[in-house]
């Protein structure tokens, strides 16, 4: 947002093309409604209007051209046009992108400044134009008159509604910092002045300032000034959606009905194959396609280290990069989302570390604003998840769902407000949104540790084990068997988990019948589950055994690690390696696994299963590893490459098989000593 980056005309290009391209340019912009602009529409309406000036002088120019071709000294001067002229789209979709009206209202002044510097430049562009540039024709000379001398007078200061709007919002968020809450009607005016008239609107504001600040701290700028006033405005506009709406509504029906062409849509016909779609310094699949200075297209990730490695030349051309500003290739990242939601994934299924690190930073409010905020929000939901109506139950345990999702510090507000024990009680709630919400809400709880303590304190292990196994929508019995997860993190939650008959084998059912996500959360969550010797006893009565050797032939191989460990986990017991080593046939496939799996952490768990299985099961089954052709080679490349641990174990393994073999084979024949005579009968 505002960063107004631009890449620059090539030195060498000719005049037509850069009149042609140019030309293009303008007509986008000259395209604009000047009524799309919530904020600064004076401004923007001046813009749009010297944009639309300069389109007939560009259209001048190019019937001028037709007769006369362009003087080489034009390049200059249309080409600094061009980046102005670049720059002035970019800045006018900011002032009129979705999601960003409250922070560009905020930010009023600077864009105001933004805009007078950008018309500056296109003012400056038209005078260092040749001028015999436009050829014999006046009108092309009295155009580019009035375009240069608009573009010097154009008054673009902030609308003065946009600074009253702006100091009514500061003065909500003095209130907040008392945790006092704001009259609505005021609140609403704002919203109004900006073109927030919906529960969705609201929600586009919220997640816009959220990304913002999660970029932030990804980028290691936790002092950022603008942290606290994103911060602020976050849990003002939560605020707002609590209080002024009533309902969660859809995305508006104009919206749906036309929706606007997406990047992908309108880029997918010059996408010659899915290989233009790998970073080329990878060879991997972009997640955050950038275009760089030399209109290259890389992984954002990537890009940077090659930069902060010393390298200022482009990878591809060889070129080098006049600026280290990376440009969002949106339209490259709307053809990626589309071909990974057709195979059924997301580019944010696996959050990157970084983006965890970045989360957990939001376990303090930045600011007393954004504290009082936040503070206030939740007490209007606990009042309506305790003495609501059912509708606003419903509303209520989706905002809370909401709230809690991505940020640790309204998770905190959640806990302190009591909201786990009204969650607990609408997990028996008819209404199948409503449970699922309750679920999906102290999922996010129980990644809090004083979420998981509430929840237990409140008695509710019982009821997460009954929605695991009954809840409506399978979605809910997911999450709800991921609460188990963050809940088996401590050793005493444990152990009450176990005490509940149903626990494990409602855990061993879902991972026989679920989805891929339900096996998922159920391996994990009976993997911490199993910590004591009656847990595995319960889980072998269970049949779970059997399950994880069927598992074992998954095409998924995460599945088929999480299988192993927790094979490995109930080998450790000797009733457990016992009932393993029962299953026909499950030895040779977690010596196949061995061999097959590319994770380190698989190799681990294999090595260890096999372990314990010798250790528990005497020279016997020693002796019918040893009889494996596959396993002495893994164990070899797994002393060599694996972990210390893993390496160990290998060992020990290599070991026994040598002592279980040289133990059964015959001694060799004693030669006589030298010199006796023998005697042959």
Not at 123 to 130: F, I, Y
């Amino acid at each position: 947002m505002l960063a107004l980056p631009a890449v620059c005309p090539c030195e060498a290009i000719s005049p037509a093309t850069l009149l042609a391209s140019l030309l293009a340019l303008a007509a986008d912009v000259a395209s604009r409604d000047a009524g799309s602009f919530p904020v600064l529409r004076r401004g923007a309406g001046e813009a749009l209007r010297i944009t639309r000036v300069l389109l007939a002088f560009l259209e001048e120019l190019r019937e001028a051209s037709a007769a006369a071709p362009l003087p080489g000294a034009a390049v200059l001067g249309l080409s600094e046009l061009h980046v102005a002229m670049q720059k002035l789209r970019l800045l006018l979709a900011d002032c009129a992108r979705r999601g960003a009206r409250l922070w560009v209202l905020m930010n009023a002044d600077l864009v105001a400044s933004e805009l007078r510097f950008v018309l500056g430049s296109v003012a400056t562009a038209m005078d260092v134009l040749p001028a015999d540039v436009a050829g014999a024709s006046a009108e092309a000379r009295e155009l580019a008159r009035l375009v240069s001398d608009q573009a010097w007078r154009a008054a673009v200061g902030p609308d003065a509604g946009d600074g009253r709007a702006a100091w009514s919002v500061r003065s909500m968020l003095a209130k907040f910092r008392t945790s006092a809450a704001p009259h609505a009607e005021d609140a609403r005016l704002v919203l109004g002045r900006v073109g927030i008239t919906t529960w969705w609107d609201c929600a586009e504001e919220v997640a816009f300032l959220e990304a913002e600040l999660l970029e932030r701290l990804e980028d290691g700028r936790e002092n950022d000034n603008d942290l606290v006033l994103i911060s602020g405005l976050m849990a003002f506009l939560v605020y707002c959606r609590i209080v002024l709406f009533d309902r969660v509504d859809a995305k508006k029906k104009a919206d749906a009905a036309a929706p606007e062409p997406t990047p992908a849509a309108s880029c997918a016909a010059w996408t010659p194959s899915q290989e233009a779609l790998l970073c080329p310094i990878t060879l991997e699949l972009m997640t955050d396609p950038v275009t760089v200075a030399t209109g290259q297209t890389y992984d954002r990730t990537s890009i940077k280290r090659w930069v902060k490695s010393g390298c200022r030349t482009c990878p591809v051309t060889g070129e080098r990069l006049r600026s280290a500003h990376f440009v969002p290739n949106v339209a490259v990242r709307g053809i990626i989302e589309q071909l990974l939601v057709r195979n059924g994934a997301s580019l944010h299924e696996q959050p990157s570390s970084k983006h965890r690190s970045a989360v957990d930073k939001t376990a303090a409010a930045f600011g007393p604003a954004a504290a009082g905020g936040v503070r206030v929000a939740v007490a209007c939901l606990i009042a309506r998840l305790s003495r609501g109506t059912p509708e606003e139950q419903k509303k209520a345990a989706y905002e809370v769902r909401k709230l809690a999702k991505r940020n640790v510090f309204h998770r905190a507000c959640l806990v302190e407000a009591d909201a786990v024990p009204w969650l607990l009680h609408l997990l028996s709630s008819a209404d199948a949104s409503v449970q699922d919400n309750a679920v999906a809400s102290l999922l996010n709880l129980s990644k809090h540790a004083a979420g998981r303590r509430a929840l237990v304190e409140a008695g509710g292990l019982s009821l997460v084990v009954d929605a695991v196994n009954v809840a409506a929508k399978v979605e809910a019995q997911q999450n709800a068997a991921a609460i188990l997860f963050y809940l088996s993190s401590n050793a005493d939650y444990c152990k009450e988990i176990g005490r509940i008959p149903e626990a494990i084998p409602t855990l061993v059912h879902l991972m026989r019948e679920g989805t891929y996500r339900g096996r998922k959360n159920a391996l994990v969550s009976l993997y911490g589950v199993l910590q004591g010797a009656a847990s595995i006893g319960k889980a072998v009565s269970a049949g779970a055994v059997a399950v994880l050797a069927n598992l074992l032939s998954s095409d998924r191989e995460d599945i088929v690690n999480d299988s192993v460990a927790l094979l490995a986990r109930i080998a450790e017991q000797p009733a457990g390696a016992t009932a393993v080593l029962a299953c026909s046939e499950l030895v040779t496939s977690v010596v196949d696994s061995l061999g097959a799996s590319s994770s380190r952490s698989g190799k681990d768990h294999c090595v260890s299963l096999l372990a314990s299985l010798c250790r528990h099961g005497g020279d016997k089954v020693v002796a019918l590893m040893g009889k494996m052709p596959a396993l002495m080679p893994a164990l070899y490349a797994l002393m060599a490459d694996g972990s210390p641990v893993a390496g160990k174990r290998a060992r020990w393994l290599i070991n026994e098989i040598h002592r279980v073999y040289e133990h059964r084979q015959p001694p060799p024949p004693v030669a006589p000593p030298a010199g006796d005579r023998v005697i042959r009968v």
